[in-house]
């Protein structure tokens, strides 16, 4: 159970701040243990941060298999993720654009856990595609990075230039429309 609640508050911590801003010593505290105990379940913060990743992309990973069933869920959850409310919340939102950057500067195992995330999501959104398996493929492909850079944009001008990071984010809702994201039937 520690050792649960320890992971859960460290992949919330990592996805509103990065992981370079939160130190071993916040998320103990965080989690209501002491930072000595941190040792007991853990050999370092690079173990905490790659199961951290794991735990964050759960959630996301299932939802994605949920909504890819459904053309109204499909389009929904396209909304929702290309919103302010999502933009302004990335402690709570999708791990796929608030932990991609620190994805990148983390241990390999971490990567892995990433990559096995984002892996689970572009399947299931190729399973809702048309086309050969390659193009499925490539057009999941296509609609997860769009997002995930529309919203990345968005955050990255929000406190700047409000109007344009609503901008960016209508301009990726209107790209991924519904038509090129649904199975034809």
């Known amino acids: 159970m520690n050792r649960r609640q320890i992971i859960a508050t460290a992949a919330q911590s990592f996805q509103e701040r990065g992981v370079d801003a939160v130190c071993l010593n916040e998320i103990m505290k965080m989690a209501g243990f002491t930072h000595g105990g941190f040792y007991n379940h853990f050999a370092s913060k690079d173990d905490l941060v790659a199961e951290a990743f794991a735990q964050a992309f759960a959630p996301a990973v299932k939802d994605a298999a949920e909504i890819s069933k459904c053309d109204k869920d499909f389009t929904r959850a396209i909304e929702g993720y290309l919103s302010t409310e999502h933009r302004d919340d990335p402690a709570h939102g999708c791990p796929t654009a608030s932990l991609l950057c620190d994805a990148v500067r983390q241990n390999k195992a971490a990567r ?3 990559a096995t995330g984002i892996e689970s999501i572009i399947e299931s959104f190729a399973g809702r595609m048309t ?8 057009a999941a492909i296509n609609i997860l990075a769009s997002m995930i850079g529309a919203v990345l944009l968005s955050r990255g001008v ?4 409000e109007k344009l990071s609503r901008e960016i984010l209508a301009a990726a809702r209107s790209k991924i429309c519904i038509k090129k994201a649904a199975k034809k039937t």
């Open 131 to 138: 086309g050969s398996k390659k193009e499925k493929r490539q």
């Open 112 to 114: 892995k856990a990433y």
């Open 158 to 161: 929000g406190d700047a230039d």
